[in-house]
């Protein structure tokens, strides 16, 4: 079956200012109708971008002074705290990809797939690189899409800090694809042990922050149930060798100390080696050297330690960055330098107040400054004062496998209330249905996880493929 007809639609026009560029690099005209009067692009479909798209949308569906395009690289949506269970192979069905062009036709948006390259504040314009379909055919030029309020949510990329290696032989769970790529991998790996009696798989996990400890559960998880459907992996007291290689002294750097042991010494009952104060020298095709000098062997290594802004932002028309590569933006989420440019989500560095920390960056923290600038922009199309955002820490919470997470919640009262095993991980699943509200809305979204769970009964609890 051919995508290309569906990658056609998804690239054509989206408000009659998408054009594509000439060979000598100059625009063509368009016969498309007058664009409308203020156009709003928002680039990146992430946790923060697509709700933002379906929020103002429903919110400015009548007007039709008003347009809204969201623009993404991918046809579908993943929600990126779940990367770690697509990469593991266990992700649920409700909780899977979400169809772009389904979105813009329920909440009122337009969807545009393509890569940001660059962007021409002057203009104000935005270049998306040249569409390619599966097959390397060309479905469009690059070409350019006019703005009059432009936001960004790229989100963020892992930080190497220069590892060699890394980029040549590690998988970084930036994108639905690298956790996909991840379970390929994963899958031939769990095949060879099965046919050549060589030992367990070995995985090592660079990274002890959410991420990190996350796919180390639902991995050991993962393998044990695709070890039920072989002979020589069953038999194995742990078919699968996992080390997860912090260079801190403790994991969950950004949570309280306590909660921090409590994970640690759930790892170790599940089976995960844990390494910390570990700073890696190299990643190899087969292993991780140690900055110790010590050698773990690896046939599978992720790269989960630290973000950084993806590499676009280096080429925004001389945008400020901050010193991880992301997007400085104030108080009111607009850019230090161009206030027609905003930014939200991992992919921007805020600091709310003089005395307050930076915004972490959370799928809490998107999905609220995803709610703020509906108010923010809908106020400066009417020309009024913006707002500032304000960040509401409800608390973290990780999840330890399917039945098991860990973390604390904000109180009303400002307490942090702890949360620990099957508890916790309902609150966790309740935060995942929060997203599917925001997106589908609550009777699609019940059907869809009734759906789910029936479905469940008769399918293999890892993807086997």
């Known amino acids: 079956m051919s995508f290309t007809p569906l990658l056609r639609q998804a690239a054509a026009p989206a408000d009659g200012t998408a054009h594509p560029a000439t060979a000598r690099g100059t625009d063509r005209a368009s ?5 409308p009067a203020h156009r709003i692009v928002i680039v990146g479909g992430g946790a923060g971008g697509l709700a933002l798209a379906a929020r103002l949308g429903e919110a400015l569906r009548d007007d039709r002074m008003v347009s809204i395009t969201l623009v993404d690289a991918s046809l579908t949506h993943v929600w990126k705290p779940l990367l770690h269970e697509v990469a593991a192979g266990t992700l649920r069905p409700p909780d899977g990809e979400i169809d772009y062009l389904q979105q813009a036709r329920m909440h009122g948006f337009r969807f545009h797939l393509g890569t940001l390259d660059t962007v021409d504040r002057q203009r104000r314009r935005i270049w998306l690189s040249a569409l390619l379909d599966e097959a390397g055919e060309e479905i469009a030029p690059r070409r350019w899409i006019g703005y009059d309020t432009l936001v960004l949510a790229l989100g963020s990329v892992v930080n190497d800090f220069g590892t060699p290696g890394v980029r040549e032989h590690a998988v970084a769970l930036d994108e639905a694809a690298d956790a996909r790529r991840f379970h390929r991998r994963l899958l031939a790996a769990c095949a060879r042990a099965e046919l050549v009696p060589d030992g367990p798989v070995d995985v090592v996990i660079v990274g002890g922050g959410a991420t990190g400890v996350e796919l180390a559960a639902e991995l050991i998880e993962a ?9 020589r992996l069953s038999a194995m007291a742990q078919a699968v060798r996992l080390h997860l290689v912090e260079a801190a002294p403790r994991l969950l750097g950004g949570l309280p100390d306590d909660v921090a042991r409590t994970v640690h010494a ?20 087969d292993h991780v050297l140690l900055a110790s000098g010590e050698s773990l062997h690896a046939e599978l290594t992720v790269w989960a330690a630290g973000i950084h802004g993806p590499a676009v932002l280096q080429r925004l028309d001389e945008l400020e960055l901050s010193s991880d590569g992301r997007l400085v933006v104030t108080s009111s989420l607009q850019t230090t330098r161009d206030p027609r440019v905003f930014a939200f989500g991992d992919c921007a560095y805020c600091v709310p107040h003089v005395d307050s920390a930076p915004i972490p960056p959370r799928a809490q923290a998107a999905e609220q400054q995803a709610r703020f600038l509906v108010r923010a922009l809908r106020r ?3 020309g009024r004062a913006l707002p500032s955002f304000h960040f509401h820490d409800r608390g973290v919470l990780v999840a330890l496998g399917r039945h098991r997470a860990v973390g604390r919640l904000g109180a009303a009262d400002g307490r942090n209330v702890r949360l620990r095993g ?6 966790y699943w ?3 249905r929060r997203h599917l509200l925001a997106l589908h809305g609550l009777s699609r979204t019940v059907l869809a996880t009734l759906a789910g769970w029936l479905g469940g009964r008769t399918r293999p609890r890892v993807k086997l493929h």
Not at 223 to 231: I, K, P
Not at 422 to 427: D, E, S, V
């Open 31 to 35: 016969s498309s109708p007058p664009a």
């Open 223 to 231: 393998v044990r149930e695709l070890a039920r459907y072989g002979a």
């Open 266 to 285: 759930d790892l170790l009952q599940l089976g995960v080696r844990v390494r910390l104060g570990s700073a890696v020298a190299e990643v190899a095709r």
């Open 380 to 382: 400066r199309l009417k």
């Open 422 to 427: 099957l508890l916790a991980r309902w609150t």
């Open 430 to 432: 309740v935060a995942q």
